[in-house]
């Protein structure tokens, strides 16, 4: 396949490298000329383990080629991928202006040729640029309709410095946002015989995969070293904790808790973190990241409170009220504090959890939620059935399906789902999910 290439920098550069391992004619493009020269002459313009000697063989095969022109780089392409750079401006924003460069150059070369590439887009840019600003802009320079006389495609790269080949062909992913239903065929044939889970997304999700990557990346460095300042403190050798807490792929090193919903809550969580936060306090530790989860979760309990109310509902009713589903514990459940709030607003309050019975509460957890719930016993009801004389209901388990889902929106209750029940049409009228 001939793949042209625009922004010879790292990522460029790895990927074109690694594509002309995999027998595709590369077309490098680049504005600096003494880049585009040692390109044309096979050697490589940066330092990476491996890069050389693929760009040696692929020039030497006669595959790899360099060029300043950006028609070069348009005319007689299967693909262009764009890799230029998407640094900071000095608000902290980003700065498109490389990208937008390309794009008209790209747009001002197919009025005068017949090509029509796949045009992908590996530069890291925020949800909603490449339908909003990068699609209208190539419409515009080029007087093509993306989606009916050519296709652009978003394609993130997840590639370290250091092990870059290695992480080429060995993708922890494969992800493409696409511009309409199979705009990324002709892209995915390039990893036809790679091993790595794929996935065809919207525009603006393949773009927000790659912010969630490195915003949990930097999560978890942030993470490692705030609790290896509180551990050096306590006398602990972070280093040893960190080889068991990193040891457990059940939990830690896993998909749990990773999935939006609601906010957490338990006889665990808060007050663990409260606990190592006074340890933190009292030895003046600076632990900025932990101090703001309790804030984030307040956050996101009023947050919901405050969609309910907008609503003025006379009647609300609730589908699970312990922390979380298959217990009965309530004990600093987010769902108590939601209720409490709601009471306290003067909304008849009904609430359907089968697991909760008053008569079988035993010690804190039958405390705690009767300091928030006074009367809980004239707040329960039997079957989700009886919830059906409220205005609005608040799906806090998958304890109901999406037939009954349904059928409430259907009799007019709005339903708003913290719990993702399965088989929802997220876009019907009166349905709402806490994140989507």
Known sequence: MRISIFGMGYVGV???????????????????????????????????????????????????KASTSASKGVKDSDMIWICVGTPSKTDGGINLSSVETVIRQIGEALRTCESRPLIVLRSTVLPGTTEKSVIPLLEAESGLTVGRDIHVVFHPEFLREGTAVDDFDNPPKIVVGESCPGAADVLMKVYEKYEAPSFRLALAEAEMVKYCDNLFHAMKITFANEVATLARSL?????????????????????RYLRPGFAFGGSCLPKDLRAILRVASVKSLKLPMLQGMLSSNEIQISELIERVLKY????????????????????????????KALIGEGIK????????????????????????LRHLEQLLVRSVDELSAADLIIVNHPAVDAD????????????????????????AEGYEGIYW
């Not at 019975?357 to 009767?370: C, F, H, M, T, W």
């Not at 009954?404 to 876009?427: F, M, Q, S």
């Open 14 to 64: 790895v990927s074109g490298a690694c594509l002309l391992r995999d027998g595709h004619e590369i077309l490098g493009v680049d504005p600096v000329a003494a880049k585009a020269e040692d390109l044309a002459k096979g050697h490589a313009p940066i330092q990476e383990p491996l890069i050389a000697d693929l760009l040696a063989e692929g020039h030497k095969a006669g595959r790899l």
């Open 235 to 255: 006398g602990a050798d972070s280093r040893r904790v960190a080889d068991v807490y990193c040891a457990d792929k059940k939990l830690n090193i896993s998909a």
């Open 312 to 339: 003025r509902p006379a009647a609300v009713g609730m589908v699970g009220l312990a922390f979380k589903p298959g217990t009965d514990d309530m004990r600093e459940s987010p769902y108590v504090k939601v209720a």
């Open 349 to 372: 309050l009904r609430i359907c959890d089968p697991l909760v019975d008053p008569a079988r509460l035993i010690g804190s957890n039958k405390e705690q939620v009767q300091m928030a």
């Open 404 to 427: 009954c889902v349904h059928n409430w929106l259907k009799a007019g209750i709005r339903v708003l789902d913290t719990a993702n029940i399965k088989g929802v049409d997220a876009g």
